[in-house]
């Protein structure tokens, strides 16, 4: 388990440039080294900031978008192209306007898809796509991703894994159907925090005061059954982006020197 980085900026705004700036520096890295590379995408404000700020910057050429996999964390088990889908975000904010390989990008089902209304059978088509795009060298539940991007919630979940419910106490399944989720839509679809802990390097991306308790939790020690988002951790590097706000409840010892 890799030890968490934290990076602050001073408004959301910065944020987004930030990160997104970040995301294309590492992901040209990883295609020079390797000719292809990997990313889960999340949804939320500031994620959705992110892959806008991402398609209008000029530096973003410099990636070869044909050679990326895309996957997402969780997904709302709304139908296709439903506005609050994370999918549908993600195409509009960004992938509509770089010119991706449709065969890389991997969302999650719908609910007028081909598993019908249930998100246990969408969420096991998903995990058995994971499960077929693992190297021989992966052990876990999931591919290894180069980096998966996740937001927090207030309580601080992460994904669709929120304090106390049972994809929190998930161990083995890589992907979960989620019902009576506290934040609508109540059914989703969402990786479990074995197979987000999978990924190389894990970017939590934060903004706003309303997430500084939250964040001050998972980066003090507290446990993931509280706080998911201390679970959410990368192999190589766990990397905590944040606006002012959002550190406001860290003390001096978390806070980058």
Known sequence: MSRPDVVVHATAEVLAAAAAARLITRVVDIQTAAGSASLVLTGGGIGIAVLRELANSQASTAVDW???????????????????????QAREALLNHVGVD????????????????????????????????????????????DICLLGIGEEGHVASVFPGSPAVYETERAVIGVRGSPKPPPT????????????AEVWLIVSGLQKAAAVAMALGGAGEVRVPAAGATGRRRTLWLLDRAAAAKLPPELLPR
């Open 66 to 88: 044909r050679g990326l996999d895309i996957y997402w964390g969780d997904e709302r088990f709304l139908p296709g192209g439903h506005p609050e889908r994370n999918e549908t």
């Open 102 to 145: 449709s065969a890389r990008v991997h969302p999650m089902g719908a609910s007028d898809g081909p598993c019908g209304n249930d998100p246990d059978a969408a969420a096991h088509a998903y995990e058995e796509l994971l499960l077929n795009r693992r190297q021989p060298e992966d052990r876990g539940p999931a591919p290894s991703f």
């Open 188 to 199: 989703r679809i969402s990786l479990t925090l074995p197979a987000i802990r999978c990924a």
